[in-house]
């Protein structure tokens, strides 16, 4: 593992590759996402928007659609494009903070450390792209003063990208939570490979599919777990049969690291499926995680949007399908007022394994017997930030100011731990696990504003919570939280 990515270096050398624009759209931009979406579901862009990051060549092949239907969707995205994807070096410096630790975060989320400082250097080639993002943060949760989350390489091999770095990800249709990988743990340093225009297949006999995506990556994590330096592999299959409908399979499998099975048979073995202990626990060759996704979006008015969507992700399989399933449901849609436009979403979540269709079992959702430390990076969750055995509610939204200004609003009810089976373990105190002490229920209001300020942007939110929620080590968090990030691009 610690050897590839030079042999991914090397293999991209020998590779002819067309023009690199700037690579991806990140994750976590709202507006950005909310633009990308509402293209989609009007017909003008006919492309799957559930993979994050997105590809830029995925934005630019849009169709003639109703002004009105699209607003400025196609000019924010059109004005980051040219922020972030011209060749040569450009740079930004980012400083932020906040005054408590947040449990429940979404796509859009905030800081949560105490402070931190960064800079930010890319370079954009004509087959290359390139950033270094060090950062020092003040009183780290995971003890790691220095980071260099967002750093990456990355190159073009036909209509393929291929990478290592440092890169957040978030994979399904939800805004509040994803079931099978988000962005609420640090970005996992990786190797990774991703299709770089999802366009359709130009075969008859499968044009059927759709525009399509597929994203691979391989990764290893930290060494502070109970099976230290475990690997980590993901990979996603989206497809697009007809307009408005997307359709996403993803699978994660965590295996190998300290005193586990490491050779090729094991990987063939987590590869097909054969996990659940066929073999005895000495010989399971990992934990799994399968997700189905599906989205419906599609344009309901001049100026509105509407989705429908679900997310399903298993701890098991049988009969080759996900088992010991937990589930999300949303809608979300689009408007027009108050000369401005707006994102609504209404969310749940259940991660209470087969509480939904059948009798619930307790502690199953994003844990193992083997990797006690359970699917979670330097202390926390790498999917839904609530962690397992949880419920949420959530009804949020984001007005955005013909001015480039936004205001953003949510509010979350929250069960978690609801049967003080989820803790994931780790040895020594070195990093701050976020698992809620068991069964505390509690109501989370967000307000969040951005806008320009000092030729760079700042970002400002407030959240309060009814009740203090406790930690499983016993600490208190605050009921308000307040978190603040200023950018400038140079």
Same mark, same amino acid.
């Given at each position: 593992?610690?050897?590839?990515?030079?042999?991914?270096?090397?293999?991209?050398?020998?590779?002819?590759?067309?023009?690199?624009?700037?690579?991806?759209?990140?994750?976590?931009?709202?507006?950005?996402?909310?633009?990308?979406?509402?293209?989609?579901?009007?017909?003008?862009?006919?492309?799957?928007?559930?993979?994050?990051?997105?590809?830029?060549?995925?934005?630019?092949?849009?169709?003639?659609?109703?002004?009105?239907?699209?607003?400025?969707?196609?000019?924010?995205?059109?004005?980051?494009?040219?922020?972030?994807?011209?060749?040569?070096?450009?740079?930004?410096?980012?400083?932020?903070?906040?005054?408590?630790?947040?449990?429940?975060?979404?796509?859009?989320?905030?800081?949560?450390?105490?402070?931190?400082?960064?800079?930010?250097?890319?370079?954009?080639?004509?087959?290359?792209?390139?950033?270094?993002?060090?950062?020092?943060?003040?009183?780290?949760?995971?003890?790691?003063?220095?980071?260099?989350?967002?750093?990456?390489?990355?190159?073009?091999?036909?209509?393929?990208?291929?990478?290592?770095?440092?890169?957040?990800?978030?994979?399904?249709?939800?805004?509040?939570?994803?079931?099978?990988?988000?962005?609420?743990?640090?970005?996992?340093?990786?190797?990774?490979?991703?299709?770089?225009?999802?366009?359709?297949?130009?075969?008859?006999?499968?044009?059927?599919?759709?525009?399509?995506?597929?994203?691979?990556?391989?990764?290893?994590?930290?060494?502070?777990?109970?099976?230290?330096?475990?690997?980590?592999?993901?990979?996603?299959?989206?497809?697009?049969?007809?307009?408005?409908?997307?359709?996403?399979?993803?699978?994660?499998?965590?295996?190998?690291?300290?005193?586990?099975?490491?050779?090729?048979?094991?990987? =063939?073995?987590? #590869?097909? &499926?054969?996990?659940?202990?066929?073999?005895?626990?000495?010989?399971?060759?990992? /934990? +799994?995680? !399968? @997700?189905?996704?599906?989205?419906?979006?599609?344009?309901?008015?001049?100026?509105?949007?509407?989705?429908?969507?679900?997310?399903?992700?298993?701890?098991?399989?049988?009969?080759?399908?996900?088992?010991?399933?937990?589930?999300?449901?949303?809608?979300?849609?689009?408007?027009?007022?108050?000369?401005?436009?707006?994102?609504?979403?209404?969310?749940?979540?259940?991660?209470?394994?087969?509480?939904?269709?059948?009798?619930?079992?307790?502690?199953?959702?994003?844990?193992?017997?083997?990797?006690?430390?359970?699917?979670?990076?330097?202390?926390?969750?790498?999917?839904?930030?609530?962690?397992?055995?949880?419920?949420?509610?959530?009804?949020?939204? =984001?007005?955005? #100011?013909? &001015?480039?200004?936004?205001?953003?609003?949510?509010?979350?009810?929250?069960?978690? /731990? +609801?049967? !003080? @089976?989820?803790?994931?373990?780790?040895?020594?105190?070195?990093?701050?696990?976020?698992?809620?002490?068991?069964?505390?229920?509690?109501?989370?209001?967000?307000?969040?504003?951005?806008?320009?300020?000092?030729?760079?942007?700042?970002?400002?939110?407030?959240?309060?919570?009814?009740?203090?929620?406790?930690?499983?080590?016993?600490?208190?968090?605050?009921?308000?939280?307040?978190?603040?990030?200023?950018?400038?691009?140079?």
């Amino acid at each position: 593992m610690r050897t590839a990515p030079l042999l991914l270096v090397a293999t991209a050398i020998s590779l002819p590759a067309p023009t690199l624009a700037a690579p991806w759209l990140a994750p976590g931009d709202a507006r950005a996402r909310y633009a990308a979406q509402a293209l989609a579901d009007s017909g003008s862009l006919n492309r799957t928007t559930s993979t994050w990051p997105l590809m830029w060549d995925n934005l630019e092949e849009r169709r003639e659609a109703p002004e009105d239907a699209t607003g400025t969707a196609h000019a924010y995205l059109a004005f980051e494009r040219r922020e972030q994807a011209q060749q040569g070096l450009r740079g930004t410096v980012s400083l932020s903070g906040a005054t408590e630790r947040r449990v429940v975060r979404g796509f859009s989320a905030s800081p949560d450390e105490s402070g931190q400082l960064g800079v930010t250097l890319q370079w954009q080639g004509e087959h290359w792209a390139a950033g270094l993002s060090p950062s020092h943060t003040q009183n780290p949760q995971d003890n790691k003063d220095w980071r260099l989350d967002g750093s990456y390489l990355a190159a073009t091999a036909g209509n393929w990208v291929i990478g290592a770095g440092n890169l957040d990800r978030w994979w399904g249709p939800g805004w509040q939570s994803s079931l099978i990988l988000s962005n609420n743990a640090r970005p996992l340093p990786a190797v990774w490979l991703n299709r770089r225009n999802a366009h359709a297949p130009q075969n008859e006999w499968l044009s059927w599919i759709g525009p399509w995506d597929f994203t691979l990556f391989a990764g290893e994590m930290e060494s502070s777990r109970t099976v230290r330096e475990a690997r980590l592999i993901g990979m996603r299959f989206t497809l697009r049969p007809i307009q408005g409908l997307d359709i996403g399979l993803s699978r994660i499998m965590q295996l190998d690291g300290e005193g586990r099975p490491d050779g090729a048979s094991t990987y =063939w073995d987590a #590869l097909v &499926g054969k996990d659940n202990r066929q073999e005895g626990k000495a010989n399971d060759p990992g /934990n +799994q995680l !399968g @997700a189905i996704d599906i989205r419906y979006g599609f344009q309901a008015g001049e100026t509105t949007t509407l989705g429908l969507y679900t997310q399903m992700v298993g701890e098991d399989e049988a009969g080759r399908l996900p088992a010991k399933k937990s589930w999300l449901f949303g809608m979300d849609a689009t408007s027009a007022l108050a000369g401005g436009e707006q994102q609504w979403y209404l969310e749940t979540t259940n991660t209470v394994t087969d509480d939904l269709f059948g009798e619930p079992l307790p502690g199953v959702t994003y844990e193992h017997s083997i990797y006690t430390t359970g699917y979670r990076y330097r202390g926390r969750s790498m999917a839904a930030s609530q962690g397992g055995d949880a419920e949420t509610a959530t009804l949020g939204g =984001w007005h955005f #100011l013909p &001015g480039g200004s936004q205001i953003g609003a949510s509010i979350t009810h929250a069960k978690l /731990n +609801q049967f !003080g @089976a989820i803790g994931g373990q780790a040895p020594g105190n070195s990093v701050d696990y976020l698992t809620p002490a068991p069964n505390q229920s509690l109501t989370q209001t967000t307000l969040s504003y951005g806008t320009e300020i000092l030729s760079g942007w700042l970002d400002v939110e407030a959240q309060f919570s009814d009740e203090a929620l406790v930690l499983r080590d016993g600490t208190e968090l605050d009921q308000w939280q307040v978190s603040s990030e200023w950018r400038y691009r140079f």
